[in-house]
């Protein structure tokens, strides 16, 4: 069996004729949209297009992929369609204060609704004021207390003639008209009077002042009707005047605002100004210094607040549907809040402290979230998702929808909801949010998932030079040489870990471009360059390998025990991935393997001590029924084998080592020593078949800085799944190595072109009558699993006769 070595030029996909040609990005056209997310921009077109309830959109994807850029791009573009926002103010609930009201007007009308009733109330108070101290208003009224004034006194007349007969006399005092009893001399008795008199004579008084009661109860009556009378004809009088007055005013602001809510709410207002006339009379007190009327003058200015309009929504500055973008959705800030003020020592509120939150404020538009921010808070998300399922907004306090007891009894009108609504978050808590809440799938039907690369195509990489060149436009950074383009679309494909693909995480191109600036600036450069695209990402890389550089010290100082050359039974050269944040890199590992006659199979040391997790675990199990596939058809499968990563101390996940564990076995089975100089990775199936892993440039680098400390022999090299061809993307330096033949790079798709490569031996394969060729890997595997076999056989026999002797 031949297996190709990889040629250095498989090695790395160098971008040459995918850029066009251009001196700098200067040359190019920015960037309009967003690259290769055509999936996903799609998805978001259309949930923003369509009308119906429910197609709200949650926007899946990893953080760096462009998600919160793009969707406030769009959505800003889709605005710039829409009408604007209406305005929205509470007003006064005059039938039930409790329940204030809810209006809404074109944008811009709030805020002069505001000012035309504010200024409609002082004009109407002052107008009042002067009507009521008018001369004229003081002579109709005049001519009202002239009218009570003289039947009053044809009244009193009868009465004083009445209380003669009982010898008595009325008179006016503080206390109202009392009767007062008569001396022989006609006059009215002093309090003297009472002093010396005799019981029996104030007796007598007492029993006729009663009856004078009795026989005056009809013309007291008539006093009190006339009274009444009066009151009524001043209260129709100030009606009359109140109604010139407010009807002038009101019916301008009608005119101007032709709404039926204004309209249904100014006839109340109309109402209740001439109810209540008596307060925008004339203040006698205004003047007056007695701190006892500080609290009649508050109850005043509480009074004229029923006027005030809260402007709620002010549109009066958009020019477009609103764009809101949320970053901080508390339940207040969401959805609205009541405020309270401290008034002596008492929390106390009223409509105007009604607050609107984001969902008010994007009615008619757009509100974006990042879902994480959002699920925070319980309460926050359940508000959300019941103005969403009623296409409403109502105001409630948080400790309401707690079951708490709450001090404001105010509960606003609710405001109907037209909104789409756009979440932001990742695909583990959306596929969470759809299992787990009912009304999730309901009301967000829309998908929009960023994946995190894209196909290297030339219209991609035409499409990364503009991205680039915008970014220069945008960010006010130099400029880039078509050379330093090129090695930002190599390095986009080596974060993507694929040759044919480029990486989405825009975020981490940005970086890119933003340090070069910096390297050119210090350099005095005037434009990027390739050496400045270099300098970026060694500095980067310096700054975050420390623990690989010590961990190269280990090997260097052999600390770290791993063999370079030579060859040995039972011993093989894994790799895996070491990740430290934003860097990671490959480090090998030594396995060791030991295998003897016994019935308990493979032993996962790792697993024993609990250092290993489940995918690794899952690896060993594959690798155990590979064996009894390949070699326990005919016989019982009579193994064990212990397998460790030696001087790993840290826990181990992943199946990229259970082909590098399966030659190490095949290796201590057949007694063929394995060669040192070559590491290996890759997962396997039961059947035999190499499979893919990731990670695989920086296990290729891992353990070629390894060999660069011991020192090249030309015989290093690294085994890879022949499917992970595509995704190399190798540094410089290694690929010159290999172009020198200093270092080699397998490519297998089955353990036997692996387990050939690693000993020089055959493989083997079974001919017509099921044997394997002698001297191959395979036959010496299998003869080594039949001695084990009929070893315990013979045991077990053994021990049979023992027992039949006894």
Same mark, same amino acid.
């Given at each position: 069996? &031949? /297996?190709k070595?990889l040629?250095?030029?498989?090695?790395?996909?160098?971008?040459?004729?995918?850029?066009?040609?251009?001196q700098?990005?200067?040359?190019?056209?920015?960037?309009?949209?967003?690259?290769?997310?055509?999936?996903?921009?799609?998805?978001?077109d259309?949930?923003?297009?369509?009308?119906?309830?429910?197609?709200?959109?949650? /926007?899946?994807?990893?953080?760096?992929?462009?998600?919160?850029?793009?969707?406030?791009?769009?959505?800003?573009?889709?605005?710039e369609?829409k009408?604007i926002?209406?305005?929205?103010?509470?007003?006064?609930?005059?039938?039930?204060?409790?329940?204030?009201?809810?209006?809404?007007?074109?944008?811009?009308?709030?805020?002069?609704?505001?000012?035309?009733?504010?200024?409609?109330?002082?004009f109407?108070?002052?107008?009042?004021?002067?009507?009521?101290?008018?001369?004229?208003?003081?002579?109709?009224?005049?001519?009202?207390?002239?009218?009570?004034?003289?039947?009053?006194?044809?009244?009193?007349?009868?009465l004083?003639?009445?209380?003669?007969?009982?010898g008595? &006399?009325?008179?006016?005092?503080?206390?109202?008209?009392?009767?007062v009893?008569?001396?022989?001399? %006609?006059?009215?008795?002093?309090?003297?009077?009472?002093?010396?008199?005799?019981?029996?004579?104030?007796?007598?008084?007492?029993?006729?002042?009663?009856?004078?009661?009795?026989?005056?109860?009809?013309?007291?009556?008539?006093?009190?009707?006339?009274?009444?009378?009066?009151?009524e004809?001043?209260?129709?009088l100030?009606?009359?005047?109140?109604? +010139?007055i !407010?009807?002038?005013? #009101?019916d301008?602001?009608?005119?101007?605002?032709?709404?039926?809510? /204004?309209?249904?709410?100014?006839?109340? !207002?109309q109402?209740?100004?001439?109810?209540?006339?008596?307060?925008?009379?004339?203040?006698?007190? +205004?003047n007056?210094?007695?701190?006892f009327l500080?609290?009649?003058?508050?109850?005043?200015?509480?009074?004229?607040?029923? *006027?005030?309009?809260?402007?709620?929504?002010?549109?009066?500055?958009?020019s477009?549907?609103p764009?809101?973008?949320?970053?901080?959705?508390?339940?207040?800030?969401?959805?609205?809040?009541?405020?309270y003020?401290n008034?002596?020592?008492?929390?106390?509120?009223?409509?105007?402290?009604?607050?609107?939150?984001?969902?008010?404020?994007?009615?008619?538009?757009?509100?974006?979230?990042?879902?994480?921010?959002?699920?925070?808070?319980?309460?926050?998300?359940?508000?959300?998702?019941?103005?969403?399922?009623?296409?409403?907004?109502?105001i409630?306090?948080?400790?309401?929808?707690?079951?708490?007891?709450?001090?404001?009894?105010?509960?606003?009108?609710?405001?109907?909801?037209?909104?789409?609504?756009?979440?932001?978050?990742?695909?583990?808590?959306?596929?969470?949010?759809?299992?787990?809440?009912?009304?999730?799938?309901?009301?967000?039907?829309?998908?929009?998932?960023?994946?995190?690369?894209?196909d290297?195509?030339?219209?991609?990489?035409?499409?990364?030079?503009?991205?680039?060149?915008?970014?220069?436009?945008?960010?006010?950074?130099r400029?880039?040489?078509?050379?330093?383009?090129?090695?930002? /679309?190599?390095?986009?494909?080596? #974060?993507?870990?694929?040759?044919?693909?480029?990486?989405s995480?825009?975020?981490? #191109?940005?970086?890119?471009?933003?340090?070069?600036?910096?390297?050119?600036?210090?350099?005095?450069?005037?434009?990027?360059?390739?050496?400045?695209?270099?300098?970026?990402?060694?500095?980067?890389?310096?700054?975050?390998?420390?623990?690989?550089?010590? &961990?190269?010290e280990?090997?260097?100082?052999e600390?770290?025990?791993?063999?370079?050359?030579?060859?040995?039974?039972?011993?093989?050269?894994?790799?895996?991935?070491?990740?430290?944040g934003?860097?990671?890199?490959?480090?090998?590992?030594?396995?060791?393997?030991?295998?003897?006659?016994?019935?308990?199979?493979?032993i996962?040391?790792?697993?024993?001590?609990?250092?290993?997790?489940?995918?690794?675990?899952k %690896?060993?199990?594959?690798?155990?029924?590979y064996?009894?596939?390949?070699?326990a058809?005919?016989?019982?499968?009579?193994?064990?084998a212990?397998?460790?990563?030696?001087?790993?101390?840290?826990?181990?996940?992943?199946?990229?080592?259970?082909?590098?564990?399966?030659?190490?076995?095949?290796?201590?089975?057949?007694?063929?020593?394995?060669?040192?100089s070559?590491?290996?990775?890759?997962?396997?199936?039961?059947?035999g078949?190499?499979?893919p892993?990731?990670?695989?440039?920086?296990?290729?680098? %891992?353990?070629?800085k390894v060999?660069?400390?011991?020192?090249?022999?030309?015989?290093?090299?690294?085994?890879?799944?022949?499917?992970?061809?595509?995704?190399?993307?190798?540094?410089?330096?290694?690929?010159?190595?290999?172009?020198? %033949?200093?270092?080699?790079? *397998?490519?297998?798709?089955?353990?036997?072109?692996?387990?050939?490569?690693?000993?020089?031996?055959?493989?083997?394969?079974?001919?017509?009558?099921?044997?394997?060729?002698?001297?191959?890997?395979?036959?010496?595997?299998?003869?080594?699993?039949?001695?084990?076999?009929?070893?315990?056989?013979?045991?077990?026999?053994?021990?049979k006769?023992?027992?039949?002797?006894?």
């Amino acid at each position: 069996m &031949t /297996v190709k070595e990889l040629s250095y030029k498989q090695l790395k996909n160098y971008c040459s004729d995918e850029c066009t040609q251009f001196q700098t990005t200067a040359d190019l056209k920015p960037l309009e949209g967003i690259i290769g997310q055509d999936r996903a921009t799609k998805a978001i077109d259309f949930g923003l297009n369509i009308k119906k309830k429910g197609y709200n959109i949650f /926007v899946s994807g990893i953080s760096g992929t462009g998600r919160s850029s793009y969707i406030q791009l769009i959505t800003n573009k889709k605005a710039e369609d829409k009408p604007i926002s209406r305005d929205w103010v509470y007003v006064y609930n005059f039938k039930n204060p409790d329940n204030p009201l809810a209006i809404d007007l074109e944008a811009g009308n709030g805020k002069k609704f505001q000012k035309a009733v504010e200024n409609t109330i002082v004009f109407i108070k002052k107008e009042m004021e002067n009507t009521f101290t008018s001369k004229e208003y003081e002579r109709k009224k005049g001519m009202i207390i002239k009218e009570l004034n003289q039947e009053s006194e044809s009244i009193m007349n009868e009465l004083n003639e009445l209380a003669k007969e009982y010898g008595f &006399t009325y008179t006016n005092t503080d206390r109202g008209l009392i009767s007062v009893p008569l001396k022989e001399d %006609g006059t009215a008795m002093k309090e003297e009077d009472f002093r010396d008199m005799e019981k029996e004579v104030y007796e007598k008084i007492q029993s006729k002042s009663n009856d004078l009661n009795l026989a005056s109860i009809d013309l007291f009556k008539k006093l009190r009707d006339i009274q009444d009378e009066f009151r009524e004809k001043v209260k129709e009088l100030d009606t009359k005047e109140a109604n +010139k007055i !407010v009807k002038l005013h #009101i019916d301008k602001i009608k005119k101007a605002f032709k709404n039926e809510k /204004v309209k249904k709410y100014l006839k109340e !207002v109309q109402k209740d100004i001439v109810d209540n006339v008596d307060m925008f009379k004339s203040d006698d007190n +205004k003047n007056n210094k007695n701190p006892f009327l500080a609290f009649q003058k508050k109850s005043s200015e509480n009074f004229f607040e029923r *006027y005030q309009i809260n402007l709620f929504i002010d549109n009066s500055d958009k020019s477009q549907a609103p764009v809101v973008f949320e970053t901080n959705p508390t339940y207040n800030n969401l959805l609205g809040n009541i405020e309270y003020e401290n008034e002596m020592g008492v929390l106390k509120t009223n409509f105007t402290k009604i607050k609107p939150g984001s969902l008010h404020g994007a009615n008619g538009g757009y509100l974006i979230m990042n879902v994480r921010d959002l699920l925070e808070n319980i309460y926050t998300w359940k508000g959300l998702m019941r103005s969403l399922q009623n296409d409403e907004i109502k105001i409630e306090s948080m400790q309401s929808m707690m079951g708490y007891p709450v001090t404001s009894a105010l509960k606003p009108e609710a405001i109907p909801l037209d909104i789409k609504v756009i979440l932001i978050g990742d695909p583990r808590t959306y596929s969470i949010l759809y299992s787990y809440d009912e009304q999730f799938p309901k009301l967000f039907k829309i998908r929009a998932d960023f994946d995190i690369e894209m196909d290297r195509t030339k219209d991609n990489v035409l499409k990364m030079q503009s991205f680039i060149a915008s970014h220069c436009e945008k960010e006010n950074i130099r400029h880039f040489t078509r050379e330093a383009v090129c090695k930002v /679309v190599e390095h986009s494909s080596r #974060i993507a870990d694929s040759q044919k693909k480029l990486s989405s995480r825009f975020n981490q #191109i940005v970086e890119i471009l933003y340090e070069a600036d910096a390297w050119a600036e210090q350099d005095g450069s005037d434009k990027i360059e390739l050496k400045h695209i270099e300098k970026t990402i060694k500095e980067k890389i310096y700054r975050n390998n420390m623990y690989e550089e010590k &961990t190269l010290e280990y090997f260097e100082d052999e600390i770290y025990l791993l063999d370079v050359e030579g060859e040995k039974i039972g011993e093989i050269n894994g790799l895996a991935v070491v990740g430290t944040g934003e860097y990671s890199f490959g480090k090998p590992s030594k396995i060791t393997v030991s295998t003897y006659r016994g019935k308990s199979g493979l032993i996962n040391i790792e697993r024993e001590a609990r250092t290993s997790g489940k995918i690794h675990d899952k %690896g060993v199990m594959i690798i155990n029924g590979y064996l009894g596939y390949k070699y326990a058809q005919e016989k019982p499968l009579a193994l064990s084998a212990s397998i460790v990563f030696e001087q790993q101390y840290s826990g181990i996940d992943g199946d990229s080592a259970s082909s590098t564990e399966l030659y190490a076995i095949m290796s201590s089975l057949s007694g063929k020593p394995i060669k040192q100089s070559i590491a290996v990775t890759g997962s396997v199936n039961q059947r035999g078949m190499v499979q893919p892993i990731g990670g695989v440039n920086q296990k290729i680098e %891992g353990f070629y800085k390894v060999c660069k400390i011991k020192g090249f022999n030309g015989e290093q090299g690294v085994i890879i799944p022949k499917q992970n061809v595509n995704d190399l993307m190798l540094k410089e330096e290694v690929i010159e190595a290999v172009k020198e %033949g200093k270092f080699h790079i *397998y490519a297998v798709g089955t353990i036997e072109e692996g387990i050939e490569i690693l000993t020089g031996v055959q493989a083997g394969k079974k001919d017509d009558k099921g044997k394997y060729p002698k001297g191959t890997i395979h036959y010496l595997v299998d003869k080594k699993l039949h001695e084990y076999y009929r070893s315990i056989k013979q045991k077990n026999e053994d021990k049979k006769d023992v027992k039949k002797d006894k």
